[in-house]
């Protein structure tokens, strides 16, 4: 099975900065059909996970630009710039290419 | 507007059955492919079963850890999606989501709703 070790477990961040959170692969996520099919979805305190980022890079519907997914093969980063309180909560990285398997979560907090 | 709605959850024994429900509206229900996905009590979360479209056949897939014991389903008329789970084991407590594929593979959930498995 593909596991996904997200880092760090914690990020405190001061509002208003920039927060990175990575994502590796043990294996290769880019697909015999040539897609990458990482996505990022964010949990808000007491609320059902949410869809961020697909396909690495893409930005779901309403999502804002300060979101920013990127990486390739088996390394992925997800930055978030210019932080707003909505945005704390549990990043979690998924994969698609090889079964579905999520990563453990990062929990983005106030510093 | 999507709305996903799961009932069904609840308390029951080890080795017991439970039905979840998953009412839907706001989308073409039966184009659609929809996913189970449940989060353990250490927030952790897992890939259940997805069921595709009419169009696939209603093709149906699960994970490893519940293939066997659970069953996804769907009825096109009622735009709703069942999850069937027997044989429950503690380890399958969690909360239970029912989600939409539309370009991410979980681009729409529900609320979910709490199964908990405990003699």
């Known amino acids: 099975d593909v596991v996904l070790t997200q880092t760090p477990v914690a990020q405190p961040v001061t509002l208003g900065d920039q927060a990175s959170i990575s994502c590796r692969s043990s294996?290769?996520?880019?697909?015999?059909?040539?897609?990458?099919?990482l996505e990022w979805y964010l949990q808000k305190p007491g609320q059902s996970p949410q869809l961020l980022i697909y396909?690495?890079?893409n930005r779901f519907s309403g999502v804002p630009d300060r979101f920013i997914g990127s990486g390739s093969g088996s390394d992925f980063t997800l930055k978030i710039s210019r932080v707003e309180p909505e945005d704390l909560g549990v990043y979690y990285c998924?994969?698609?290419?090889?079964?579905?398997?999520f990563g453990s979560g990062t929990k983005l907090e106030i510093k | 507007e999507v709305q996903l709605v799961e009932t069904g959850g609840g308390l029951v024994q080890p080795g017991k059955s439970l039905k979840l429900t998953c009412a839907t509206s706001?989308?073409?229900?039966?184009?659609?492919?929809m996913h189970w996905v449940r989060q353990s009590p250490e927030k952790q979360l897992e890939w259940v079963a997805q069921?595709?479209?009419?169009?696939?056949?209603?093709?149906?897939y699960y994970a490893e850890s519940v293939k066997g014991r659970f069953t996804i389903s769907r009825d096109d008329s009622k735009s709703s999606v069942y999850l069937q789970m027997n044989s429950l084991k503690e380890e399958d407590t969690a909360i239970y989501y029912c989600?939409?594929?539309?370009?991410?593979?979980?681009?729409?959930w529900g609320q979910g709703t709490l199964v908990t498995v405990s003699s």
């Open positions: 706001g989308f073409t229900f039966s184009n659609a492919w």
């Open positions: 998924f994969q698609a290419t090889h079964d579905l398997t």
């Open positions: 396909k690495v890079s």
């Open positions: 069921i595709k479209a009419k169009s696939n056949n209603y093709a149906t």
């Open positions: 989600t939409l594929a539309s370009r991410g593979w979980f681009a729409y």
């Open positions: 294996q290769s996520l880019v697909h015999s059909n040539g897609n990458t099919y």
